[in-house]
């Protein structure tokens, strides 16, 4: 897990601009006030924590629009698209992948098992691990899924320029593992 703490600031204020906001401060509301709700953000705004939530809340807006009918969850589409490329995958392996704990993902695997989306079997090799692999269903919803996501991805991203989705991506993914590699 990163050692970054929720609402930690995303950059240091060193001029005008935020880390997030580019626009300079004289062209914002003099007053601090957000557009959003009209309520004073500016102890807020500079916040990575914070910044995170609003465009999660928009991606998750975005999620049920694409994929609702799908009665998927974030999670469940994960363990889906993850189970899909995968091969000999372990419940501790999508725990770890996921940054789940294993009780909840048990909940996830057993919601998707009896929707037929998923079977677990025991390993061969060692009794006390299982192996989780699509069913033919499974397999099918994780596809057309799949496809979905590449029009919900890029529909969210269409407000950044290519080198911004690339720089965006980058500074996350550096951000989610600590600064290690991947």
Known sequence: MSNIAYGAPAAP???SMTAIDATPAVERPHDGRSRRGGL??????HLLGFM??????TLRKAFVAHMGDLKLRPVEFSILA?????????QKKLCLALDTPAPNLVVV???LQERG?????RSE??????????TGQGRQLADLAHARSLAMEAEALSVLTAGE?????ELLRKIATGGRPA
């Open 109 to 111: 695997l057993t919601r």
């Open 165 to 169: 989705q690339l720089l965006l991506f």
């Open 125 to 134: 090799e060692d009794r006390r691990e299982q192996h989780v692999e699509l």
């Open 52 to 57: 995170t939530s609003l465009a999660d809340a």
């Open 13 to 15: 204020c060193l001029n």
């Open 40 to 45: 004073d953000r500016s102890r807020l705004d």
């Open 82 to 90: 993850l189970l899909a490329v995968n091969q000999r995958v372990t």
């Open 117 to 121: 989306l998923l079977r677990r079997i």
